[in-house]
T-cell receptor
Framework: EPEVTQTPSHQVTQMGQEVILRCVPI?????FYWYRQILGQKVEFLVS????????KSEIFDDQFSVERPDGSNFTLKIRSTKLEDSAMYFC????????????FGPGTRLTVL | AQKITQTQPGMFVQEKEAVTLDCTYD???????LFWYKQPSSGEMIFLIY??????QNATEGRYSLNFQKARKSANLVISASQLGDSAMYFC?????????????FGTGTRLQVTL
């Protein structure tokens, strides 16, 4: 069964460093998303992406964040200069359609900023 | 106002019993979808069930059913014949029609513990 994959599973970085979180969505999906979940809290939307551009972004997704689909398969989230409060689980998701169907989530990348 | 409200931070249920996890939502849109996801202790998000706002029948997927009461804006998840493996965090989420790539808005979750 096709699935969303994410690498790495766990990333530890120093405050101020850049990180790139990688995702491979399901191959026939056209809509891509990043969410984050701070430990013990609810899942929060960061950004959605369709047709090679951002569809929507949340207040969390400030200038330190960027997304890219560098080729036909990868979808990346870059945090330019990490802060302690960026420590969270980051989930990538993809869906076939823009709103009717479920979003399939990857296993997540746990980011720890020291 | 919260878009998705889950008022039960924790629930216990005995194995083989049924349990209902509550979810209420707030939207002024006519077109929306309601979803339930399961998050086990390993952390992944597993899709369980979906209900569209225009669906007249309650959604069912195996042991999961969604009790959709549109006038009350509630979308409760019913798990029948609970199993030990059902112990997890359960999130209700809503997707409002927003043109393209509509985001999911999640509730705060309910932690379900299934006991022997």
């Amino acid at each position: 069964e096709p699935e969303v994959t994410q690498t790495p599973s766990h990333q530890v970085t120093q405050m101020g460093q850049e990180v790139i979180l990688r995702c491979v969505p399901i191959s026939n999906h056209l809509y891509f998303y990043w969410y984050r979940q701070i430990l013990g809290q609810k899942v929060e939307f960061l950004v959605s992406f369709y047709n090679n551009e951002i569809s929507e972004k949340s207040e969390i997704f400030d200038d330190q964040f960027s997304v890219e689909r560098p080729d036909g398969s990868n979808f990346t989230l870059k945090i330019r200069s990490t802060k302690l409060e960026d420590s969270a689980m980051y989930f990538c998701a993809s869906s076939v359609t823009g709103w009717e169907n479920e979003q399939f989530f990857g296993p997540g990348t746990r980011l720890t900023v020291l | 106002a919260q878009k998705i409200t889950q008022t039960q931070p924790g629930m216990f249920v005995q194995e083989k019993e049924a349990v209902t996890l509550d979810c209420t939502y707030d939207t002024s849109d006519q077109s929306y979808g309601l979803f339930w996801y399961k998050q086990p202790s390993s952390g992944e998000m597993i899709f369980l069930i979906y209900q569209g706002s225009y669906d007249e029948q309650n959604a069912t997927e195996g042991r999961y059913s969604l009790n959709f009461q549109k006038a009350r804006k509630s979308a409760n998840l019913v798990i029948s014949a609970s199993q030990l493996g059902d112990s997890a965090m359960y999130f209700c989420a809503m997707r409002e029609y927003a043109g393209t790539a509509s985001k999911l808005t999640f509730g705060t979750g309910t932690r379900l513990q299934v006991t022997l």
